[in-house]
């Protein structure tokens, strides 16, 4: 939330200010609106948030580098051998498209949560520690507007996070190597146009993939007093389950895990399209957010605010 919100929210405080004749005449709908705008124009500002950008955005440029020096920009065979990430990275001196797959084959299993986590985990801890929680609640926003706000701004941030690995994949793919129609997974080809709406899809799917564990995030930092605790807590909540996930013991519970499904995505890439994992992924994800969204709501609208 900006300074100004939180001094309006001051002022309110204060006995005998109330809330103000120009806040009363706005309606719900844009009270709601303009609070999200807030909060996605103030999270998107900080230098932290503008730091995790920058380290995604150099993800996809070391791979890049990385392949051309390996390679000479030599090209390779046709894809196959493997799924996800080997298998892209294989085709990105073919062409430079698929390094917009490879690079979020290699962040969404840890860059692309942690950043997200960062921000989810934050999202009220990190007010309540700031001690502006109470003056956000005093103004005219209500809990239940505020805890949204914070979800659609985590959400926001999933997308624009997912949108920079794939805009700067793109980008060093078509400096450094060579673009075209683009081989399938199945073995067809497709349009270089069509490659790239699947791209766009590609990510459109990433980012919805991270919205489960965005609503985590939102649930812990509904319990944490600290905005550091409860990034950590994400963190490591992350990485617990990661591990969980490659346990082969453990295997009757994988399909009920977060990341389970994250690298579905790569069925986009076929020839025809295999929706049934993306599906399950999207349902998964869907579930968490009911569970812990629920969960974070029924937290933040009994918490005491005014220790």
């Known amino acids: 939330m900006s300074r100004a919100d939180v001094q309006d929210g001051a002022a309110a405080a204060e006995p005998g200010s109330g809330p103000g004749p120009v806040v009363k005449e706005r309606g719900r709908p844009l009270r709601t609106l303009g609070l999200f705008r807030s909060e996605l124009v103030t999270t998107l500002r900080r230098w932290r948030t503008l730091a995790l950008l920058g380290v995604l955005a150099a993800v996809p440029v070391l791979i890049g580098i990385a392949v051309k ?28 498209l698929f390094l917009v797959f490879a690079a979020l084959a290699a962040t969404l299993p840890v860059f692309l949560p942690m950043a997200v986590g960062v921000v989810a985990g934050d999202a009220i801890a990190g007010e309540a520690s700031a001690g502006t929680l109470r003056y956000l609640l ?9 805890l949204l706000a914070k979800y659609v701004t985590a959400l926001a941030f999933c997308l624009v996070a997912t949108l920079a690995v794939a805009a700067s994949a793109l980008a060093v793919g078509a400096l450094l190597f060579p673009l075209g129609d683009v081989t399938t997974i199945s073995g067809t080809t497709i349009s270089f146009t069509d490659g790239l709406v699947r791209a ?3 990510a459109v799917v990433v980012a919805a993939s991270l919205a489960g564990f965005a609503a985590v995030g939102l649930f812990v930092s509904t319990l944490a007093g600290s905005g550091i605790a409860a990034m950590a807590a994400t963190v490591g909540l992350l990485i617990t389950v990661q591990i969980l996930d490659t346990i082969p013991q453990l295997d009757e519970i994988h399909p009920y895990l977060f990341p389970h499904y994250w690298l579905s995505f790569s069925d986009l890439l076929r020839e025809p399209v295999f929706w049934d994992e993306v599906q399950k992924n999207l349902g998964l994800q869907a579930l968490y957010v009911a569970v ?16």
């Open 138 to 146: 005093v103004a005219p926003a209500g809990r239940t507007r505020l």
């Open 200 to 202: 766009g899809l590609v």
């Open 292 to 307: 812990f969204g629920s969960a974070a709501w029924a937290r933040f609208t009994t918490k005491d605010v005014t220790a």
């Open 69 to 96: 020096i390996e390679t000479g920009g030599d090209g390779g065979g046709p894809p196959g051998g493997g799924e996800g990430g080997p298998a892209f990275i294989s085709q990105v001196t073919n062409n430079g």
